[in-house]
């Protein structure tokens, strides 16, 4: 599912991801559900756990529905790779830009014992079209312990945003199918 660079710009309020960064991989999937059921998937960050196993935790730093400036702590297992120690990655992810059922963009660092994202950006775009919902996303990482091995940490950036696309694409299907007539 990665991208070339002839698709388009993936981008919320106009603004995408670090331009400069290394690290960086894109993905898109089709679901076959409502917009309504993905976006609010996706938005109810407190239930992520429930829906995609390598969430593992999520406590949401502020109160109410998602917006601009809402920020959340969740952690994930890494796998141990050429570079890195097996560890929990703790995330904390600030909203910087959302605009309701068409984009989400969040950034923050991650740290886990043996490894230190300095900064992560992250684009979600929802766009309604025949047969369902277009989900697009890219994400991008810098840091220096994660630049040391561009290669390998862009493989396991693409595991999990395609395992993440795969997670929200069942659950949406399923929770749709579960309404539907």
Known sequence: MASTTNQPVIACDGQGVDPAARIRYRAETLIDASLHTVWQLQT????????????????????????????????????????????????????????????????????????????????????????????RTEETWTGAQVEADVATSTTYLGYGLDAWLADLRAAAERADRAVRP
Not at 101 to 114: I, K
Not at 115 to 123: A, P, Y
């Open 44 to 135: 109810d960050v407190g239930n992520w756990p429930s829906w995609q196993a390598p969430v593992t935790t999520v406590t949401r730093l502020d109160d109410g529905e998602l917006r601009a400036g809402s920020a959340f702590r969740w952690t994930t297992p890494v796998p141990e790779t050429p570079m890195t120690p097996a560890t929990t990655l703790t995330i904390t992810s600030t909203v910087a830009h959302l605009t309701p059922y068409r984009c989400l963009r969040w950034a923050g660092p991650g740290v886990g014992d043996g490894l230190h994202i300095d900064n992560g950006v992250h684009v979600w775009t929802f766009t309604e079209v025949t047969g369902g919902v277009l989900v």
